[in-house]
């Protein structure tokens, strides 16, 4: 939830009274919850609001903060009581040790990354309206890419204050590159997509993986990395087509967030006619619940846009969500992918066997395509073409593979191939 500036200066003045003199030295502390959407997700709001909490009133206790409440959303203000500058190097190792240690929620332990700003104010110049106002624009500099996050210390600079260092792109389109998943026939060990991987080679954190990211993004930032994960897999599918290799389609994994936007998916089609490339190879894949995180009716405005024009569309995570048949008529879905949840040891234990042959059968009568997502073992492997799924994807397929890498990889994978079983005609 955004809270802006104005909304927060209130703030400030309503838990401070606005008593404070502008000649006392004062401290302000602003943290932020970067991977808040993520927990939001995961555990869910009533969770996330319960953690916030947890996490304002242990500050306050351990740090002598002031007040001991909070914002709503997953930013902390709090004024610090004790604002001397020797004191500073033990509160900010404290304020370390709190950020990067687990939140106790009972039966649930949570560590979530945190970004933290303190702002200081020896000559008395701001009051704690203005320090908030500083911070915010401060925090912004901190990347919500780092796995710990980050704790900076700012001096309050008066009339500077409007000149606060801006954040840097978290990181160039230059830097974003695609790999690829090879998803193998079971009938035919021929490939019939490639699940592309979009990874950032960062100068500073290194390789990042962007699905892991990409609910820390801003909305301008995740649109672009969109545009050019996209473009990138497509212009290395157009090139595999002109060397002769029989590649059916790509999958990109798509989130809410991304598929809210209004102009996706014109833009996802411009590029597809920019490359001579039927709609039809290109795969989105969402998972359930549909809209939840972008809302419905521009997610859904997307995804039947992108099918009417031939778009593959495919569900992930089928078995686990709560898809129902009108979504799978209304997004025109045809392939699910069943995920490690029902793979794994599937091959011995007879509990997996049972939930994963009900789910297949499922998706047989509802004469929807399967994919088995996160295959470890030669043996999963065989189970999984013995009992009827389509395709399979994992490390006992194929690894995750760079562009260059899986050149050499086709070439391999067609002559291990057998040849294809022709009948002659009798003369």
């Known amino acids: ?10 703030f400030a003045r309503l838990i401070t009274g ?6 006392t030295p004062k401290s302000a502390l602003i943290l932020r919850v970067e991977n808040g959407d993520q927990l939001r997700a995961s555990i869910g709001p009533v969770l996330l609001d319960r953690m916030m909490d947890v996490l304002a009133m242990r500050l306050g206790t351990e740090l002598r903060l002031l007040p001991r409440g909070r914002m709503p959303g997953q ?6 009581l004790a604002a001397r500058t020797e004191a500073l190097p033990g509160l900010l190792a404290q304020l370390g040790a709190i950020c990067r240690s687990s939140i106790d929620l009972g039966d649930l332990r949570m560590t979530p990354v945190i970004n933290a700003v303190i702002v200081s104010d020896m000559a008395g110049a701001a009051d704690a309206a203005a320090l908030w106002a500083y911070g915010h624009r401060a925090i912004r500099a901190c990347s919500p890419l780092a796995e710990t996050g ?22 160039s389109p230059e830097q974003i590159r695609t790999c690829f998943q090879p998803q193998l026939c079971c009938d035919t060990g021929r490939i019939l997509g490639l699940r592309v991987v979009g990874r950032v080679d960062h100068p500073e954190l290194g390789a990042l993986d962007l699905h892991d990211l990409r609910m820390r993004l801003d909305e301008q930032t995740l649109a ?4 050019t994960t996209l473009r990138l897999s497509l212009a290395a599918l157009r090139g595999w087509d002109r060397l002769g290799r029989d590649l059916p389609f790509v999958s990109l994994s798509m989130s809410d967030r991304e598929l809210a936007d209004p102009t996706l998916a014109e833009a996802v089609l411009w590029e597809l006619d920019r490359l001579d490339l039927a709609p039809a190879r290109l795969e989105i894949e969402v998972t359930e619940p549909i809209g939840r995180s972008g809302g419905r009716m521009p997610v859904t405005a997307s995804l039947q846009r992108l099918s009417a024009a031939g778009c593959r569309i495919a569900l992930g995570d089928f078995g686990t969500g709560s898809a129902g048949l009108d979504t799978l008529r209304m997004f025109g879905i045809r392939r699910v992918r069943i995920g490690r949840g029902f793979v794994a040891g599937c091959d011995h234990r007879a509990d997996q066997q049972r939930m994963i042959l009900a789910v297949l059968a499922l998706a047989e009568h509802l004469k929807l395509q399967t994919l088995a997502c ?24 194929a690894p995750i593979l760079s562009a260059t890498e899986l050149d050499d990889f086709l070439q391999s994978h067609d002559l291990a191939l057998p040849p294809p079983f022709v009948v002659p005609r009798k003369a």
């Open 18 to 23: 606005g008593a404070a003199r502008r000649d």
């Open 150 to 171: 980050q704790i900076r210390f700012v001096e309050y600079s008066g009339v500077d204050s409007q000149q606060v260092s801006q954040a840097e792109p978290l990181f």
């Open 374 to 397: 996160g295959v470890a073992t030669l043996d999963e492997r065989a189970f999984l073409a013995q009992i009827g799924f389509d395709a399979v994807q994992g490390k006992a397929v």
């Open 224 to 227: 672009e990395v969109f545009r």
């Open 1 to 10: 939830m955004a809270y802006g500036i104005g909304k927060a200066a209130r």
């Open 75 to 80: 930013t902390v203000l709090c004024g610090l």
